[in-house]
């Protein structure tokens, strides 16, 4: 087995193999080299980039962040260099790793998640995900991922353009999380991952204005765990396509509960802030919990979760 | 350099002004690396609650005892507590993160406003034995515990508080044509509110001095990946305070 293997978490996602079900999630790992000096990158199972545009973009404007309960709201705003200085500056730094690179796009219009799949349908790229649920953003993003005929839009132009697999990101701000989970695997999406970020606010009481420059942002962090995983169980069941869960994983107990309810890998978002090498400490005690439970693989997990009674 | 993550002891945690502490503690990797102008990441709690770390500008190292001294003002939830650290108590630390002051010049200026002046105490032990001249402001007497601190590592201090409790009564920015010309001086390195800042790079601009400005902001990861801290550059692209900077030359991010 290579560095970094382990045959009880080895897994088969979607047709990307990786050594373990934990991915870094879009947004909270930079594009890996970042965090190269506190964690070997070849020992998480996927890196999922930063959300990539046609264009590079500045970001919103003001303050960015603020500190909530048990959780922080983001408004960035896809801030993020654009596809042409992704494909010729940083890829090519991330190929001596060994590790799947899941590339995070976003768009303005159909067409242009069209073309960045195109662009990216290139060696180097393990798969593509679909960001239809930028809170942050006032074009594309969640537009497109709280309406059904519009996500349906975006997977199929993606699905014409590559021949990678197409994960489809969902946004949590919908009232029938199923209905949109339904609607990209009937237009070919080749696994889902959930949750983005939930749509929150903070004000500050001594100005009395909001504390993030774009009034609102998306809120990350323990504090949505169960609204994730609760998603996550209800689209599981609802769909055949794999599912990526993610929503304030801070450990290797919450990891296995997004695992229970029938997530066949996890990614590690905001918990990469707190702690660098928390993908590996999860993985780590996966493995652990599964041989304290006379378990040999953790696929034994996934959608395990019994009724209450 | 190698960005750590540790497991550091505290050895000290003392009062210097009713809300303001300086924090001591043993990370001998991280000192050992550490340049002026570099900060360290700190959990205040384990656990969930607060959730983020906290950056702190390095004042102080002692690359042979394997220490580093972090000052803070009690403001939130977080400072205060790291104000309960005891002797012994163990603390997560992420380190050393940025890019430091650029050492140069042969009579260089610190001019520091606020908490700002924290990080201008090791940059001026690192400027030894060039002849260093400090500049600082503050509101009140009381806010201004730092020229005890500076005594042994600068060739002279210059004050103003706004009430003239101490010093000259005005702002350091109101003092700076003056100390620039006096001394001679050939490099300018600043570090507290932004407005200060932008006066003295106007000021050290006008006479055609080097200036490096130390910028502050919001932050979760502190090592370039959630793109929280990033700035306006005078070129029209981004600029990451935590990774690129903090340190930063002031006409490559002041308009």
Redesign the interface.
């Known amino acids: 087995m290579s560095k970094g293997e382990n045959s009880q978490l080895c897994t088969e996602f979607a047709g990307i193999r990786m050594k373990n079900p934990i991915m870094t999630a879009s ?4 594009f890996g080299l ?2 190269k ?2 964690i070997d990158l070849n020992e998480l199972g996927a890196v999922v980039v ?1 959300g990539t545009t046609l264009k590079p973009r ?2 919103n404007t003001g ?5 909530t ?4 709201l ?1 408004s ?1 705003g896809l ?1 993020n260099p654009g596809v042409d200085h992704f494909k010729d500056v940083i890829l090519p730094q991330l190929a001596p790793y060994d590790v799947p690179i899941i590339v995070n796009l976003a768009g303005n219009t159909a067409d242009e998640y069209g073309e960045l799949a195109r662009r990216l349908d290139i060696p180097g790229v393990a798969a593509i995900e679909v960001n239809i649920s930028c809170p942050n953003v006032k074009q594309g993003g969640i537009a497109f991922g709280t309406d059904c005929a519009s996500a349906t839009g975006v997977v199929e132009m993606v699905k014409r353009n590559t021949g990678k697999p197409v994960i489809v990101k969902l946004s949590p701000n919908v009232t029938d999380i199923v209905m949109m989970a339904r609607a990209v695997e009937d237009a070919g999406a080749d696994a889902i991952s959930l949750i983005n970020t939930l749509l929150g606010m903070a004000i500050d009481i001594r100005s009395w204005r909001p504390v993030l420059g774009n009034t609102v942002g998306g809120l990350s ?2 504090a949505v765990k169960p609204v994730a995983v609760r998603m996550v169980w209800q689209v599981a069941k609802a769909v055949k396509v794999p599912v990526i869960g993610m929503g304030g994983i ?1 450990s290797a107990a919450d990891a296995i509960e997004f695992l229970l309810a029938g997530a066949s890998a996890v990614a590690v978002g ?1 918990g ?6 928390i993908s590996v400490r999860i993985a780590e005690g996966i493995s652990d919990y599964l041989t304290e439970r006379g378990l040999t693989h953790v696929s034994e997990l996934i959608g395990r979760v019994n009724d209450y009674c | 350099m ?4 540790m497991q550091a002891t505290v050895l000290d945690n003392m009062r210097l002004t009713p809300t303001v502490n300086t924090l001591r503690i043993l990370a001998p990797e991280i000192a050992a690396q550490a340049l002026p102008g570099q900060f360290v990441h700190i ?1 205040v709690a384990a656990g ?6 906290r950056p702190f500008s390095i004042a102080d190292i002692h690359a042979e005892q394997g220490t580093l001294t972090v000052i803070y003002r009690i403001v939130g939830e977080g400072t205060a507590l790291m104000s309960s650290f005891s002797p012994g108590d163990t603390i ?1 630390v ?1 380190g050393p993160l940025g890019q430091g002051f650029r050492l140069m010049g042969e009579r260089p200026l610190l001019v520091g406003g606020g908490m700002g002046i924290a990080p201008l105490l090791l940059l001026a032990k690192a400027l030894c034995p060039r002849p260093v001249y400090v500049l600082m402001g503050g509101r009140t007497q009381e806010e201004m515990f730092w020229p005890p601190l500076f005594q042994n590592v600068c060739e002279s201090i210059h004050i103003a508080t706004d009430d003239g409790s101490l010093g000259r009564c005005g702002t350091a920015l109101d003092m700076l044509p003056e100390v620039l010309e006096q001394n001679k001086i050939d490099v300018v390195y600043t570090c507290g509110p932004r407005v200060m800042m932008e006066g003295v790079a106007k000021a050290a601009a006008e006479m055609g001095i080097p200036c490096q400005v130390s910028l502050e902001e ?13 700035c ?1 550059a005078s070129d029209g692209t ?1 600029r990451k305070i935590c ?1 690129d900077g903090p340190v930063f030359w002031a006409e490559e991010v002041f308009l």
């Open positions: 947004g909270t790992f930079g970042e965090y000096d506190f930063k500045p970001g303050c960015r962040i603020a500190e309960p048990a959780g922080m983001n960035i801030e962090g323990p801070q905001t990469n802030f707190v702690d660098p090498r | 190698r960005k750590l993550l959990k969930i609650q607060p959730l983020l770390r997560d992420m919001h932050m979760a990861c502190g090592v370039g990946a959630c793109l929280s801290c990033t306006a981004r990774s």
